[in-house]
C-alpha cells in the first residue's frame, strides 16, 4: 500500500470509465468519443442522455420513444408536492429543497425495492429522477413566490418544458435552445466532487436516489457549486456602484478576495463550455439590444487572464447566459444539479457494472501510546 498523501485526491486515478474525458491542456471535453461542441450545436439534451445511459447516439425511433418516455414521468405525487409546500413556505434554500425532494422521490417510485443490478429498472428510475427534478424546481420556486405550481406539457422537450414551468409561458425558441444547449453542457464532466459522491454512494449499493441524493448535497458546497450565482451577483454589485469592472475586480484581488467563475482544477486553460456560453450570453445580449452583462465579463476576463494567467471556467458565462433569460440567481446551482442529474446516473451505472466498494485509507497522525485515566481521576 503506497503511503504518499495526496490531498483532495489530486491527481489520483481511482476509476476507468467510458462516459466523459477532460484534455485539461488541449482545453477538450468529449461524451463518449463526441466533441462537446458537436454535441452541444447539434444534439438535445434528450440525445445527450440517451449517448450517456445507453453508449450510443440514438435512432429518430429510439429517440422519439425515450424522449416519451421521459416526458411521461415529468409528474410528481400528491405527497411530494406536499413535501415542496412545506419546504417553499419554511424558507428552505434551494439546494437543500432539491435535496429533500430527490430524496423524497424514492417513496413514490414503483421500482424502489429493485435489486442494483436490475438494468430495466434503472432505466425506468433514471428517467423519472431526471424528468422529476425539473418538475420539483419549479414547482418550489413558484410556491415561494405565492404561485401555484404549472403541470408539466409533455408536448415540450425536456428543456423547454421546464422553462414552461417555472414562467407559466412557453418560452420561444432561441430560449429553449440556449437552456438546451446549457443542459447538454453541463450533463457530465469526469470525476468532480459530486460525481465521485454519488460513485462512493453507489458502490454501498445503496439505491439511485440515495446516489444522486449524495451528490446533491455534495455540489451544494460553495467549492464545487454557486460559482456561477457568485458571478452574477458580482456584475450586479459593479454595475450597481457604476464601476468600471477591471477597477472593481484590481480592489477585490487587492483586499485578498478571489475572482468567482475562474480557474479549474482540470483544466490549464479555457473551459470549452465557458466558450460556447461567453457566445451564447454575447447573442442574447444583442438580441435584447444591451449586451452590457456580455462586455463586463469580456472586460473581466481580459484582465484576470493576463495578468493572473487564470481562464474562466463554465460557471463565468453561465451566469450571464442564466440571467438574460430571466431566471433566479440562486437557482442557477439546482440548475445545474439538474443538467448533471443524467451524468451522475450514468456514473452509478457504470459503477454498478463492474462494482468494488471505495474504500480509501487515510495516513493516522495522532498517538499511538495514549495512556486511559479513569472519569474519576481526570
Do not use: C
Not at 429517440?63 to 416519451?68: H, I, M, Q, R
Amino acid at each position: 500500500m503506497s503511503t504518499e498523501l495526496k490531498r483532495g485526491l489530486e491527481g489520483v486515478v481511482v476509476a476507468e470509465s467510458d462516459l466523459s474525458h477532460i484534455d485539461g491542456d488541449a482545453g477538450e471535453l468529449i461524451y463518449r468519443g463526441y466533441a462537446i461542441e458537436e454535441l452541444a450545436r447539434e444534439a438535445s439534451y434528450e440525445e445527450t442522455l440517451y449517448l450517456l445511459w445507453h453508449d450510443e447516439l440514438p435512432s429518430e425511433t429510439e429517440l422519439a420513444e425515450f424522449s416519451d418516455a421521459m416526458a411521461a414521468a415529468r409528474e410528481l405525487n400528491d405527497g411530494v408536492l406536499d413535501i415542496i409546500r412545506e419546504l417553499a413556505a419554511s424558507g428552505e434554500e434551494p439546494m437543500a429543497a432539491l435535496r429533500t425532494i430527490t430524496s423524497a422521490l424514492s417513496a413514490y417510485d414503483p421500482d424502489s425495492d429493485a435489486e442494483f443490478n436490475d438494468t430495466e429498472a434503472n432505466n425506468r428510475k433514471s428517467r423519472r429522477i431526471t424528468a422529476k427534478m425539473p418538475t420539483a424546481l419549479a414547482a418550489y420556486n413558484r410556491l415561494r413566490n405565492g404561485n401555484e405550481p404549472v403541470a408539466p406539457r409533455e408536448d415540450l422537450d425536456h428543456a423547454a418544458n421546464f422553462l414552461y414551468m417555472l414562467n407559466d409561458e412557453e418560452p420561444d425558441d432561441v430560449l429553449a435552445e440556449t437552456f438546451d444547449m446549457a443542459l447538454v453542457l453541463h450533463a457530465d464532466h469526469g470525476l468532480n466532487a459530486s460525481t465521485f459522491a454519488a460513485m462512493v454512494t453507489a458502490s454501498t449499493l445503496a439505491d439511485l436516489h440515495s446516489a444522486v441524493t449524495s451528490a446533491i448535497g455534495t455540489l451544494s458546497g460553495s467549492l464545487h457549486g454557486g460559482a456561477n450565482a457568485d458571478v452574477m451577483r458580482m456584475l450586479q454589485a459593479i454595475d450597481d456602484d457604476a464601476l468600471d469592472p477591471v477597477a472593481w475586480v484590481k480592489d477585490a484581488i487587492d483586499r485578498g478576495e478571489r475572482i468567482a467563475g475562474f480557474g479549474h482544477r482540470v483544466y490549464n486553460v479555457k473551459d470549452p463550455r465557458a466558450k460556447i456560453l461567453g457566445e451564447e450570453s454575447e447573442a442574447l445580449g444583442e438580441a435584447a439590444g444591451d449586451t452590457k452583462w456580455y462586455e463586463m465579463s469580456v472586460a473581466i476576463e481580459d484582465y484576470i487572464s493576463e495578468e493572473k494567467g487564470l481562464a474562466p471556467n463554465v460557471d463565468f458565462y453561465s451566469a450571464t447566459t442564466y440571467y438574460q433569460m430571466g431566471i433566479p440567481i440562486d437557482l442557477y446551482t439546482p440548475i445545474f444539479a439538474i443538467a448533471r442529474s443524467g451524468g451522475w446516473i450514468a456514473h452509478v451505472l457504470e459503477q454498478w457494472e463492474d462494482n468494488r466498494l471505495i474504500r480509501p485509507r487515510a495516513q493516522y497522525t495522532g498517538d499511538t501510546d495514549a495512556e486511559f485515566v479513569p472519569l474519576d481521576e481526570r
